[in-house]
């Protein structure tokens, strides 16, 4: 995967002996906005706080590259991951056409977490 070895700070996959069990795929951008392209946790590592966890060691990361602000983007239909980002603090809304005509996106958006702040 090309943006693991482009952003090898804020690409992070979680493995355990029976092998990978998540990832977060992510960057900081030049305007100072940590973003999330992906993060999925595999089924039976689910409700484990493996997601959160993933997220506050992107947010530290995100953090020692000075990023300001946090953002991610769903599907409107994924409302696992709406609901999950809600946890988190992130705010939600619909913007239409974000991902090109009639192809509606679930944009979450929240400010970057005090340091040391717990997910």
């Given amino acids: ?3 693991v070895h482009e952003f090898p700070s804020t690409c992070l996959v979680a493995r355990a002996d029976d092998g990978v069990r998540g990832y ?7 305007t100072g906005t940590g973003y999330v392209h992906l993060i999925a946790t595999r089924d039976d590592a689910r409700g484990t706080g493996l997601g959160r966890r993933l997220w506050g ?3 530290d990361a995100a953090r020692r590259q000075s ?7 769903t599907s409107v239909q994924n409302t ?6 809600r946890s988190l603090g992130f705010t939600a809304r619909i ?4 991902d090109g005509p ?9 400010l970057l977490p005090a340091e ?4």
């Fill in 80 to 85: 696992g991951s709406i609901a999950f980002h």
């Fill in 67 to 73: 990023a300001q602000r946090l953002k991610a983007i």
């Fill in 95 to 98: 913007v239409e056409d974000y």
């Fill in 57 to 59: 060691a992107f947010t």
């Fill in 24 to 30: 977060l795929l992510g960057f900081v951008t030049p």
């Fill in 102 to 110: 009639g192809r509606p996106m679930v944009v979450f958006d929240r």
């Fill in 1 to 3: 995967m090309t943006l």
């Fill in 116 to 119: 040391g702040a717990v997910w």
